[in-house]
């Protein structure tokens, strides 16, 4: 209980700031105050958001998914926020995690790892059938793709490929807007993905990698 109302008294002091911005309606107020009594999970919503498969997201103790809950100037309050977590797929939430207005999540399978302080923001797309991780503090910026399958199998110079594989992002990994990171990689602690590269093929931590497909270009000391 103690844990519901200190959740409950960050949501009301966001959906204010919200409101004195105009960026929130008093009906995704009130959906966002009734979604975490309704279904006794913390989810708190601030923006239109569909959610299918509730009952497969998960929860450690003290963690919290945030939806619409950030003022996004490339984004409105009309924007819908959609999470679909089909039967085979989970999604768990290791913190308190923000996904913003606009996102497109779909758990087709597997599971999407959220650590805390992870930040999705508005228009990303996240595509699961294995696993995509994203870690502590991670930063995914607008208008990015992950995706750790291809869709369609594909057979190149006689073998057919593997249509899927994880996607890690270790901690505080910063993906830049319109980038697209695609299967079997991953992006090594505190790298930075340039906006608009192709990431094929793993990132060493504190690497900064830009281009189709993405090349290092130099190494960074720290970001925020």
Not at 103 to 126: H, M, Q, T, Y
Request: glycine letters at 10%; aromatic letters at 6%.
């Amino acid at each position: 209980m103690a844990a519901f109302r200190s959740d409950l008294r960050e949501y009301v002091r966001h959906v204010r700031a919200l409101r004195a911005a105009r960026e929130t309606s008093a009906r995704a107020f009130v959906a966002g105050l009734r979604y975490p009594l309704a279904h006794r999970q913390p989810i708190w919503i601030g923006s239109p958001t569909v959610i299918e498969g509730r009952e497969r997201i998960e929860f450690t103790d003290g963690a919290a998914l945030r939806v619409g809950m950030g003022a996004f100037g490339l984004s409105t309050k009309r924007d819908t926020s959609i999470i679909r977590v089909h039967p085979e797929g989970r999604l768990r939430c290791e913190g308190v995690v923000s996904l913003q207005r606009g996102v497109r999540v779909v758990v087709d399978s597997g599971v999407l790892e959220l650590a805390p302080g992870a930040n999705v923001n508005g228009f990303a797309k996240i595509l699961v059938r294995e696993r995509v991780s994203i870690g502590a503090y991670c930063n995914v910026s607008w208008n990015t793709q992950l995706l750790d399958n291809d869709f369609h199998p594909m057979v190149v110079d006689g073998v057919e490929q593997p249509m899927s594989g994880p996607i890690i992002l270790e901690d505080r990994a910063w993906i830049g807007t319109g980038s697209i990171v695609l299967k079997g990689v991953t992006v090594g602690e505190s790298a930075v993905v340039a906006a608009g590269s192709v990431v094929t093929r793993d990132v060493p931590p504190k690497a900064v990698v830009a281009g189709s497909p993405a090349k290092v270009v130099g190494h960074i000391d720290s970001w925020r």
